[in-house]
């Protein structure tokens, strides 16, 4: 749904609802806790919702977490800590996965299959 908000005689346009865009036809999600604090607007700018200013943004999240950093240093340290569990989580997952496919269970030989039969009367 779009949203009009007046910024410093500016309108801009909210174009997401949420955490998602939509983005050919496919739905998109952030999955940068930047964005809990900004709204992406028309182009390649966001909207901070802390400060009411426009920001680029140029498909990345850098300038947002600067303006973060230095204008809502409270907000950023709790950014920041969202997404060192983000990335411990997602760390996690992956040596999940690795030592999963390490202990795989191989294909037996055939001399360990025939070792094994049993007779039949």
Same mark, same amino acid.
Request: aromatic share 8%.
């Given at each position: ?48 919702? !802390? ?5 680029? @943004? =140029?498909?990345?999240?850098?300038? *947002?977490?600067?303006? &973060? ?26 040596? !999940? ?5 390490? @202990? =795989?269970?191989?294909?037996?030989? *055939?001399?360990?299959? &025939? ?7």
């Amino acid at each position: 749904m779009a949203e009009a908000v007046n910024a410093d005689t500016e309108t801009v346009v909210v174009l997401r609802e949420g955490s998602e865009e939509e983005e050919n036809g496919r739905k998109r999600k952030y999955r940068s806790p930047i964005w809990n604090y900004f709204d992406k607007v028309e182009g390649n700018f966001a909207f901070c919702i !802390l400060c009411k200013v426009k920001y680029q @943004h =140029s498909n990345n999240t850098s300038n *947002l977490s600067k303006h &973060l950093q230095t204008k809502h240093s409270s907000e950023w340290a709790l950014c920041e800590e969202e997404r060192k569990v983000a990335e411990s989580e997602k760390q996690k997952r992956k040596s !999940l996965v690795n030592e999963r496919a390490n @202990h =795989s269970v191989s294909q037996p030989t *055939l001399e360990t299959v &025939l070792e094994r039969r049993t007779e039949y009367p």
